[in-house]
């Protein structure tokens, strides 16, 4: 009687835990989908796609609660993917600093024309090369910060879908950007849609 409780209860975790993992993995494609159609959208593309994931997050972490992706499975990735976002932050900070100095100086340079009748403005005017540094630094910055995070997440994803046996295929992810490692990547209609590669020892026992 006590083996068939134990049995019971088993499967009844086991059962439990699958179910947690299932919407883990549905989130975490949720997140993927979401960071690379931002990173998209940094390259000057135009993306139609919308996901309440950002809003949601910052939602659950304002009410010090964490997702079940990441109290489940890895809580760790919550910190990691708050300091990215910190960083590409900092990123977008430096970006508008810059601008703001070159634009002062810009200003300064018309009234010293204006008032002593001298071409002073071709002194800021020379900085201007500065500007296109400071947009390839922003856009460089933030493309390798999205890569970063979609492509941790991708393995994070891999990782959760072979530990709880479930099928990549369920779990496949709009996907806009072509060069992660991992993944598997179809057209369906004007879309593309990829799903992270099983190991070839998985299913192998």
């Known amino acids: 009687m006590k083996d068939s409780i134990d049995v019971a209860l088993e499967l009844k975790e086991k059962e439990v835990y699958s179910h947690i993992a ?36 910052r939602r659950r972490v304002a009410k010090g609660k964490r997702h079940t992706a990441f ?11 708050e300091n990215k976002v910190k960083g590409m932050k900092k990123v977008k900070t430096v970006f508008k600093l810059g601008l703001a100095i ?19 403005v071709l002194i800021p005017l020379s900085l201007l090369p500065i500007v296109i540094l400071l947009m390839d630094y922003k856009k460089n910055a933030l493309d390798l910060g999205y890569y970063q995070l979609t ?4 393995e994070e994803l891999k990782e959760l879908l072979k530990k709880y046996e479930l099928e990549p295929e369920r779990y496949k992810f709009k996907i806009f950007n072509h060069d992660y490692f991992g993944v598997l990547t179809k057209k369906i209609g004007t879309n593309v849609f990829a799903m992270v590669k099983k190991d070839e020892t998985d299913g192998k026992r």
Do not use: C
Not at 24 to 37: K, L, W
Not at 105 to 113: D, K, Q, R, Y
């Open 102 to 120: 070159l634009s002062i100086f810009l200003v300064a340079g018309i009234a010293a024309t204006i008032i002593y009748g001298e071409l002073w």
């Open 71 to 81: 109290d489940f499975y890895n809580p760790a990735l919550l910190t990691i993917w």
């Open 22 to 57: 299932h919407e883990s993995a549905e989130d975490m494609i949720r997140i993927i989908s979401s960071i690379d159609a931002e990173r998209a959208k940094n390259r000057g593309e135009i993306i139609h796609y919308e996901d309440d994931w950002d809003d949601l997050i």
């Open 151 to 154: 492509q941790l997440f991708i």
